[in-house]
């Protein structure tokens, strides 16, 4: 007999027809999109349209909830006495003969499913598999297997979930949806009641407060004490998951899961416990979570133009969404979050327009546009337009969006599309279109008038490879040592031409990167912000904490991170400081509070000596501190962020041998040996880290640093300094550090770029 599909380019019914196909069977099939293409490959007949002439004695026609009774292939069928099936019926007898895996629920039941055939594969049991997504590493949503497991999907959308009888299910979420259909929360619940009743062994999820008034059977899981399977200690890094699992009497620890979302380690409990429950290794598991590809158009990177990453999800509940951008916030942050939303069916719109109200907090810009008009019908009581108006967000029609977007988006945006209607190509296409965005105009400043001028030379073009990018038009200024403000080519005849200031306010963005004096201590983040230029790098505020090393000391001796034995000096107290510096140990160094970290710096082999140093020094700066000897290692942390978030590289090393770490042994022809990681454990690296992480936040730090301690032969660490704007050049640790962690100029400088406009948001300018 002959099997054909009404619909067989839809996503559950191209499944279908790929396992009939794949079994040998006869098939055809309509469609009035091009979704049936792969299957004509396959040896599938697709014709382009629902006709009555399609339809042949000897068939057994298949049929979607989106098919209704007026459809003339239906109506033909039924003319000729042909069996009718719908899809869960067909794919009810597919399940019969081997142990149904069957995921139910309201949300996530394409990726739970998904999650759990990747398992069934990486352990080679070969099942047969259909799902409501393509799975990314597999390319398809169905196939035959020769296992004795067959995994799908069990819509409770219009009831067709209980046609499966499973030997084990997954029961995701409960929630009143697709009230079109179920009319009343007491039908549906009756549905799910009887669900778990033909269940064989369930997993719920005892999270949802809905399905846990239902008092199911089987095995719950969540993250409270009272769940049969219990997740603790979730974090996230980037776009994975990492948690703790219990489940009858072990514990699984550090579970890594290539997904995002609290909502996604729920999934991945339910699918670990089946799996175990099932027989499978830990290790077959353990390894399709940390590889789990992903299902297409479930949180689906689709391109990136202009330095804005693309993505592309399915959520089109309130509950979905909510759960899918809070995830999605934490993976891309400092990225500024952008979401165009298209709601789904009038009805739902409607029926859920106040929770969708309140599923957008983690946006930082929402654009919203026309309702897709999906087979469920009615017209929206509301327009897309006075929802985005009650947002704050902006309302775009559908015809217009990719005109308008390039408008809107900015680099180190990141885009996501929300919903299941049309929105899914708009990333593709916006990813064509690069030539539609507006470059941002940034200045490069560079130069100054400390003695480390020629080093801020160097470090500006590793600054400036990492800015040569498409999406940026750079002007370099340069000052002079004399404070001249000059473009690169012309030479300076007044100390800032009214060219060069206009420059400046029209740019978008600065990044300086002078060393020193009157630039690195926070005097040019204070011109730059009187200016209201946005700027790389930490504030004035946090320059001149971190460029004043006695303020440095004191706040890390308060937070419990230890220096060297030390004092601080004024001038105008010059002698009480010699008085006060006879409880040291000698030899010390004697540093300027204000100049770099190797500069007018003189070691004072005995007390008698000091004076001559403190007044050598005090020629520099008005104020110093005289500090112990601590040259057995040197340890340099790179770091970027904010204060609510930071991110840290493994420390590296200067190889000084016991010797001072000086202005030749950095940039001179015979710099000081490094290592770009230190030679030290991993615990006492992140010791070290944490304590950078204290001070570079204590201090209100932003953008990029770089924080040294000094360690001692019994691995006790004491805070050196600070580097707000740490050196660029060929021969500086922070960029070799950042190289080892395969990060170029590009990278480098994306982070630093991203972070100044996430600071310039959050001050909401």
Same mark, same amino acid.
Not at 358 to 370: A, G, K, P, Q
């Given at each position: 007999?002959?099997?054909?599909?009404i @619909?067989?380019g839809?996503?559950?019914? !191209?499944?279908? $027809?790929? %396992?009939?196909?794949?079994?040998?069977?006869?098939? %055809?099939? &309509?469609?009035?999109?091009?979704?049936?293409?792969a299957?004509?490959?396959?040896?599938?007949?697709?014709?382009s349209?629902?006709d009555s002439?399609n339809i042949?004695?000897?068939?057994?026609?298949i049929?979607?909830?989106?098919?209704?009774?007026?459809?003339?292939?239906i109506?033909?069928?039924?003319?000729?006495?042909l069996p009718?099936?719908?899809?869960?019926e067909?794919?009810?007898e597919?399940?019969?003969?081997?142990?149904?895996?069957?995921?139910?629920?309201?949300? @996530?039941? =394409?990726? =739970?499913?998904?999650?759990?055939?990747?398992?069934f594969?990486?352990?080679?049991?070969?099942?047969?598999?259909?799902v409501?997504?393509?799975?990314?590493?597999?390319?398809?949503?169905?196939?035959?297997?020769? @296992?004795e497991?067959?995994? $799908?999907?069990?819509?409770?959308?219009?009831?067709?979930?209980?046609? +499966?009888?499973p030997?084990?299910?997954?029961?995701?979420s409960?929630?009143?949806?697709?009230?079109?259909?179920w009319?009343?929360e007491?039908?549906?619940?009756?549905?799910?009641r009887?669900?778990f009743?033909?269940?064989?062994?369930?997993?719920?999820? @005892?999270?949802?407060?809905?399905?846990?008034?239902?008092?199911?059977?089987g095995?719950?899981?969540?993250?409270?004490?009272?769940?049969? /399977?219990?997740?603790?200690?979730?974090?996230?890094?980037?776009?994975?998951?990492?948690?703790?699992?219990s489940?009858?009497?072990?514990?699984?620890?550090?579970?890594?899961?290539?997904?995002?979302?609290e909502?996604?380690?729920?999934n991945?409990?339910?699918?670990?416990?089946?799996?175990?429950?099932?027989?499978?290794f830990e290790?077959h598991?353990?390894?399709?979570?940390?590889?789990?590809?992903?299902?297409?158009?479930?949180m689906?990177k689709?391109?990136?133009?202009?330095?804005?990453?693309?993505?592309?999800d399915?959520?089109?509940?309130?509950?979905e969404?909510?759960?899918t951008?809070?995830?999605?916030?934490?993976?891309v942050?400092p990225a500024?979050?952008?979401?165009?939303?298209?709601?789904?069916r &009038?009805?739902?719109?409607?029926?859920?327009?106040?929770?969708?109200l309140?599923?957008?907090?983690?946006?930082?810009? %929402?654009?919203?546009?026309?309702v897709?008009?999906?087979?469920?019908?009615?017209?929206?009581?509301?327009?897309?337009k006075?929802?985005?108006?009650?947002?704050?967000?902006?309302?775009?029609?559908?015809?217009?969006?990719?005109?308008?977007?390039?408008?809107i988006?900015?680099?180190?945006?990141?885009?996501i =599309?929300?919903?299941?209607?049309m929105?899914?190509g708009?990333?593709?296409e916006l990813?064509?279109?690069?030539?539609?965005?507006?470059?941002?105009?940034?200045?490069?400043?560079?130069?100054?008038?400390?003695?480390?001028?020629?080093?801020?030379?160097?470090?500006s073009?590793?600054?400036l490879?990492g800015?040569?990018?498409?999406c940026?038009?750079?002007?370099?200024?340069?000052?002079?040592?004399?404070?001249?403000?000059v473009?690169? +080519?012309?030479?300076?005849?007044?100390?800032m031409?009214?060219? /060069?200031?206009?420059?400046?306010?029209?740019?978008?963005f600065?990044?300086?990167?002078?060393h020193g004096?009157n630039?690195e201590?926070?005097?040019l983040?204070?011109?730059? !912000?009187?200016?209201?230029?946005?700027?790389?790098?930490?504030?004035?505020?946090?320059?001149a904490?971190s460029?004043n090393?006695?303020?440095?000391?004191?706040q890390?001796?308060? !937070?419990?991170?230890?220096?060297?034995?030390?004092?601080?000096v004024?001038?105008?107290?010059?002698?009480?400081?010699?008085?006060?510096?006879?409880?040291?140990?000698?030899?010390?160094?004697?540093?300027?509070?204000?100049?770099g +970290? +190797?500069?007018?710096?003189k070691r004072?082999?005995?007390?008698e000596?000091?004076?001559e140093?403190?007044?050598?020094?005090?020629?520099?700066?008005?104020h110093?501190?005289?500090?112990?000897?601590?040259?057995?290692?040197? /340890?340099?942390?790179?770091?970027?962020?904010?204060d609510?978030?930071?991110?840290?590289?493994f420390?590296?090393e200067?190889?000084?041998?016991?010797?001072?770490?000086?202005?030749?042994?950095?940039?001179?022809?015979?710099?000081?040996?490094?290592?770009?990681?230190?030679?030290i454990?991993?615990? %006492?690296?992140?010791?070290i880290?944490?304590a950078a992480?204290?001070?570079?936040?204590?201090?209100g730090?932003?953008?990029?640093a770089?924080?040294?301690?000094?360690?001692?032969?019994?691995?006790q660490?004491?805070l050196?300094?600070?580097?707000?704007?740490p050196?660029l =050049?060929p021969?500086?640790?922070f960029?070799?550090m950042?190289?080892?962690?395969k990060?170029?100029?590009?990278a480098?400088?994306?982070?630093?770029?991203?972070?100044?406009?996430?600071?310039?948001?959050?001050?909401?300018?």
């Open positions: 007999m002959k099997d054909y599909f @619909g067989i839809g996503i559950g019914m !191209s499944a279908l $027809a790929r %396992l009939q196909l794949e079994k040998g069977g006869e098939v %055809l099939g &309509s469609d009035l999109s091009k979704g049936g293409d299957l004509k490959e396959m040896g599938a007949k697709v014709f349209s629902h002439k042949e004695k000897g068939m057994r026609v049929y979607s909830s989106a098919i209704f009774g007026d459809n003339p292939e109506m033909r069928a039924k003319e000729l006495g009718i099936l719908h899809r869960s067909f794919l009810s597919l399940m019969c003969e081997k142990k149904a895996l069957v995921v139910s629920g309201s949300h @996530g039941k =394409t990726t =739970t499913s998904s999650l759990l055939a990747s398992v594969i990486q352990a080679k049991k070969d099942p047969s598999i259909v409501g997504g393509v799975l990314r590493k597999e390319g398809v949503n169905g196939k035959l297997g020769q @296992g497991h067959f995994i $799908a999907e069990g819509d409770e959308s219009d009831g067709s979930f209980l046609r +499966s009888n030997h084990a299910a997954i029961v995701t409960f929630d009143p949806d697709h009230m079109e259909f009319k009343t007491e039908r549906l619940e009756g549905a799910f009887e669900f009743q033909k269940t064989k062994t369930l997993f719920w999820c @005892g999270s949802c407060e809905r399905l846990k008034k239902l008092t199911p059977a095995f719950s899981y969540g993250f409270s004490e009272d769940c049969d /399977i219990q997740i603790f200690r979730v974090r996230q890094k980037g776009f994975k998951m990492i948690f703790d699992l489940f009858q009497g072990k514990e699984y620890s550090d579970i890594w899961l290539n997904l995002i979302g909502h996604n380690v729920l991945a409990a339910a699918v670990f416990a089946l799996s175990i429950f099932e027989g499978l290790e598991i353990r390894e399709a979570f940390d590889t789990f590809a992903g299902v297409h158009r479930r689906e689709v391109g990136r133009v202009f330095n804005v990453d693309l993505y592309d399915y959520a089109h509940h309130p509950t969404i909510q759960k951008l809070k995830g999605f916030r934490k993976a942050k500024r979050v952008v979401a165009l939303f298209e709601p789904h &009038s009805a739902r719109f409607t029926r859920h327009y106040d929770d969708f309140r599923s957008f907090e983690d946006v930082d810009l %929402l654009i919203v546009t026309d897709f008009g999906a087979f469920a019908g009615g017209e929206a009581d509301v327009s897309p006075e929802f985005a108006n009650k947002l704050g967000a902006i309302y775009i029609p559908k015809d217009q969006l990719i005109d308008e977007l390039p408008k988006l900015m680099p180190y945006d990141s885009f =599309t929300l919903g299941a209607g929105v899914t708009i990333g593709r990813a064509k279109k690069a030539d539609a965005f507006k470059k941002m105009k940034g200045v490069l400043i560079y130069g100054g008038e400390s003695p480390e001028h020629e080093i801020s030379l160097r470090s073009r590793y600054a490879k800015l040569q990018q498409k940026f038009d750079v002007t370099e200024l340069r000052i002079t040592k004399e404070g001249m403000w473009l690169e +080519s012309s030479e300076p005849k007044e100390r031409s009214q060219a /060069i200031f206009q420059i400046l306010k029209d740019a978008d600065a990044f300086p990167i002078v004096t630039s201590d926070g005097m983040q204070g011109f730059l !912000s009187t200016l209201g230029i946005p700027y790389a790098g930490s504030d004035w505020m946090g320059s904490f460029m090393k006695a303020y440095v000391k004191a890390a001796i308060q !937070s419990g991170i230890a220096t060297a034995r030390y004092i601080d004024v001038k105008a107290e010059f002698e009480e400081g010699l008085e006060n510096a006879k409880s040291l140990h000698f030899p010390v160094w004697v540093k300027p509070c204000h100049l +970290s +190797s500069i007018g710096i004072v082999e005995s007390y000596s000091l004076r140093g403190m007044e050598e020094v005090f020629k520099m700066d008005s110093l501190i005289i500090e112990e000897e601590i040259l057995d290692r040197q /340890i340099e942390v790179a770091l970027f962020g904010t609510d978030f930071i991110e840290t590289l420390p590296g200067i190889v000084s041998e016991g010797k001072f770490y000086d202005y030749e042994g950095k940039y001179g022809q015979n710099c000081t040996p490094w290592r770009d990681v230190a030679d454990s991993d615990n %006492l690296a992140e010791k880290i944490q992480k204290i001070i570079y936040q204590k201090g730090l932003s953008g990029f770089r924080i040294d301690f000094f360690l001692d032969r019994k691995d660490f004491f050196n300094e600070i580097n707000p704007l050196g =050049t021969t500086s640790l960029p070799i950042c190289s080892h962690a990060l170029d100029e590009k480098v400088i994306d982070k630093i770029l991203m972070t100044m406009l996430y600071e310039r948001r959050k001050k909401g300018s």
